[in-house]
């Protein structure tokens, strides 16, 4: 019979996995209701929104909003304004400033979308006092560099799986050589 301390383990490491399972998969069918309300992915819609809340804002501006790096949000803002959902202009005041617009369409997809996974899962962060969020941080971080994964390039929620999805069709349909 395993002692005290064992099973105390085992049950915690049970719960920290359903709590994992439960996230997990709340924004796996979060993302999936975003794509086939709007067609765009979490990450496109978030960084839509983030756009259409602050108008005008640059790509630095928007990597802040959305608590990611300007390379991530610059990709994500490319693929908007492949599908006219932004829009890029010079600033009047600063011409070496680039400022991202949402458009007429980018708005209207906004009305009809639900609510972004990443935003949800903000919102259930700000429901931690500051030193529950800096123990998550740090806890989270430990199980990222236990698992192998802390040289990984990270990516805004779910947007890698667009490029990975068309990535394996086009595979699909080339034939091999």
């Given at each position: 019979m395993p002692d005290s301390s064992a099973r105390a383990r085992a049950r915690a490491s049970a719960a920290a996995l359903d709590a994992?399972?439960?996230?997990?998969r709340e924004l796996r069918v979060a993302n999936g209701g975003v794509e086939k309300t709007t067609g765009l992915s979490a990450a496109q819609l978030y960084v839509l929104q983030q756009v259409a809340e602050a108008p005008g804002a640059?790509?630095?501006?928007?990597?802040?909003?959305?608590?990611t790096?300007?390379?991530?949000v610059a990709a994500v803002v490319d693929r908007l304004l492949t599908r006219?959902?932004?829009a890029r202009r010079r600033s009047d005041v600063d011409r070496r400033r680039v400022e991202i617009l949402p458009t007429d369409s980018g708005v209207?997809?906004?009305a009809r979308a639900p609510h972004p996974p990443t935003r949800r899962l903000?919102?259930?962060l700000e429901t931690l006092d500051?030193?529950?969020?800096?123990?998550?941080?740090i806890s989270l971080t430990r199980l990222v560099q236990g698992m192998g994964l802390g040289e990984e390039p990270v990516s805004m929620l779910f947007e890698d799986d667009v490029s990975l999805s068309a990535d394996a069709q086009s595979a699909e349909a080339s034939p091999e050589e």
């Open positions: 994992l399972r439960r996230i997990v640059s790509l630095s501006e928007l990597a802040t909003r959305t608590l790096d300007r390379t991530s006219e959902l932004v209207a997809v906004l903000l919102e259930g500051d030193q529950q969020l800096r123990r998550l941080a």
